[in-house]
Structures are given as C-alpha cells and as structure tokens.
Nanobody, 125 residues
Framework: QVQLVESGGGLVQAGDSLRASCAAS????????MGWFRQAPGKEREFVAAISWSGGSTYYADSVKGRFTISRDNAKNTVYLQMNSLKPEDTAVYYC??????????????????WGQGTQVTVSS
C-alpha cells in the first residue's frame, strides 16, 4: 500500500481559497489514480474530486465543480486540491485517497486502497 500524508487545511472565511496537498510514499505514485474525499460531522464520507494516474482525466462532485481543481505532480509524488470560493458547507475533514488499482478511479470508498489521516478545513461565514 502507498502511504499518504495531507497538509494545507485551515480556518478561512467564506470566499477565500486554500490548497491542500497530499504526499505519497512507499510505492510508485504513478501507479495510482488519486482522489479527495471529505467528511463533515455526523455525515458520511463523500467524494470530492479524482484524477487519473497520468493526470489526463479529472472528475468532480457537482457541489465543487467550477470551484475546486485537482492536480498531481508525479515527479514530486504529490496530489493537490485547490479550493476556491469556499463556502461554510465545505467545512469538513478532507482525506486523500489512492485507488485500489491503477485504472480504477477512486470515486467511492470501496474503490480506495489507501487513505490519508485527513486535514481539517473550516470555512466561517
């Protein structure tokens, strides 16, 4: 399994931006499609965004489309989530995820092989 460590969360005001990063180690990073999920208190973990192993394809939840951008740098073994125009409803713990298999896009928990520990994003109104 690949090990994942997130960073970049924080407390911001509505309308602000944040960039979360996820550093991978332990296995060949380019062998994994990557994703971001989030979980708010009392709610289930939900899909946010995903990117193919090459970076050529990206996928977004409707709730973040047009505001969030996922990207990856295979040379740095890192995946990013740029979050713009943040809203209070974006408040959650954000988790980085690696797919179970190279060509499987991690868009639901059963498709995830490895999880990071999470980073808190809090958006005040």
């Amino acid at each position: 399994q690949v090990q994942l460590v997130e960073s970049g969360g924080g407390l911001v005001q509505a309308g602000d931006s944040l960039r979360a990063s996820c550093a991978a180690s332990g296995r060949t990073f380019s062998n994994y499609a990557m994703g971001w999920f989030r979980q708010a208190p009392g709610k289930e973990r939900e899909f946010v965004a995903a990117i193919s192993w090459s970076g050529g394809s990206t996928y977004y939840a409707d709730s973040v489309k047009g505001r969030f951008t996922i990207s990856r740098d295979n040379a740095k073994n890192t995946v990013y989530l740029q979050m713009n125009s943040l809203k209070p409803e974006d408040t959650a713990v954000y988790y980085c995820a690696a797919s179970r298999e190279k060509y499987v896009i991690p868009r639901s928990p059963p498709t995830v092989g490895s999880w990071g520990q999470g980073t808190q994003v809090t958006v005040s109104s």
